[in-house]
């Protein structure tokens, strides 16, 4: 168990609907990162928070957006739903804003919330 | 050409096998993750390095810097093993860039 939790694990929706899928980060972790995993894409991270504040963007969607609360859970939204968004969506915790610049820093990831679109 | 390359894509090994699988990486990183990816989808970090070698248990792994090559060695491989293997660069910046993974399977 990483510490990381992930809800819902499986979502099954409508193109052209909205999700939230949501994080939970590990106790004490401030940074929260959102990645996704399709077939012909593979891992590619979309959207980094850190203690509240965006901290680096990636190859996030305008349909898509993200936040993190004063607890430090985070939430992502999809609107505008397309086939293609299919995909697993996971969530990745650490301490630092800046990743693994400490020698000790990982990332923690949670289970991931498939999220399948028809 | 993707920044990060792994081999092979395959790899069906017999239990007890050493099994190696290779990254290599064209961008500048401050540090390289090995992420496990189990069946079920669930992501578990393996090791992150900057330099050298690290072990935990039957997993190694290895970085070149200068040859910009990561290496994560198996010994004595076991069924439970079977899994997607993911190496992850970190360029200089907040983001990863992941390879394609390797889909390892351990028969018995």
């Known amino acids: 168990d990483s510490g990381v939790t992930q809800t819902p694990k499986h979502l099954i929706t409508a193109t052209g609907q909205r999700v939230t899928l949501r994080c939970s980060p590990r106790s004490g972790d401030l940074s929260v990162y959102w990645y996704q995993q399709s077939l012909d894409q593979g891992l590619q991270f979309l959207i980094q928070?850190?203690?509240?504040?965006?901290?680096a963007k990636g190859n996030i969607l305008e349909r898509f957006s993200a936040q993190q609360f004063p607890d430090l859970h985070s939430e992502l939204n999809l609107s505008s739903l397309e086939l293609g968004d299919s995909a697993l969506y996971f969530c990745a915790s650490s301490v630092l804003g800046t990743p693994f610049s400490h020698p000790n820093t990982e990332a923690f990831f949670g289970q991931g919330t498939r999220l399948t679109v028809v | 050409k993707n920044e990060v390359e792994q081999s092979p894509q395959n790899l069906t090994a017999q239990e007890g096998e050493f099994i190696t699988i290779n990254c290599s990486y064209s961008v500048g990183i401050s540090a390289l993750h090995w992420l496990q990816q189990h069946p079920g989808g669930g992501i578990v970090s393996l090791f992150m390095l900057s330099s050298g070698k690290k072990k935990h248990g039957r997993l190694i792994a290895t970085i070149n810097i200068q040859e910009k090559h990561s290496s994560l060695h198996i010994t004595a491989s076991h069924p439970r093993d079977s899994a997607v293997y993911i190496c992850?660069?970190?360029?200089?910046?907040?983001?990863?860039?992941f390879g394609a993974g390797t889909i390892l399977r351990v028969k018995s």
């Open positions: 928070y850190y203690n509240g504040e965006e901290r």
């Open positions: 992850a660069a970190r360029p200089y910046g907040n983001k990863l860039v």
